[in-house]
Nanobody, 118 residues
Framework: QLRLVESGGGLVQPGGSLTLSCVASGPGIRDYAITWFRQAPGKEREGVACIRARGDSTDYLERGGERIIISRDNAKDTVTLQMNNLGPEDSAIYYC???????????WGQGTQVTVSS
């Protein structure tokens, strides 16, 4: 079973940046597509960014910009989420999710809190 641990969350002022990390242990993330989700209080969980297993394709909730960038290093079993120009609307618990496409194999991390406030 793939185990995921997120880190890098915290309190940041509006306009600031954070880099979240998702580190995997177990079989390794090589075969897994990774998605970062977030969930704000009272709202549904939503996908923020995803990256395919080979890292050759990404997709983002936001279109037309590079405010949020997802990347992966399969050799280090790590996926990062670089977030820039953060606003209060980005405040949420951010979760890392891994799945093998076409199967029911998936894992969730426990989440890391991001709070954007002055």
């Amino acid at each position: 079973q793939l185990r995921l641990v997120e880190s890098g969350g915290g309190l940041v002022q509006p306009g600031g940046s954070l880099t979240l990390s998702c580190v995997a242990s177990g079989p390794g993330i090589r075969d897994y597509a990774i998605t970062w989700f977030r969930q704000a209080p009272g709202k549904e969980r939503e996908g923020v960014a995803c990256i395919r297993a080979r890292g050759d394709s990404t997709d983002y909730l936001e279109r037309g910009g590079e405010r949020i960038i997802i990347s992966r290093d399969n050799a280090k079993d790590t996926v990062t989420l670089q977030m820039n120009n953060l606003g209060p609307e980005d405040s949420a618990i951010y979760y890392c999710h891994a799945r093998i496409v076409g199967t029911s194999v998936s894992s969730w991390g426990q989440g890391t809190q991001v709070t954007v406030s002055s």
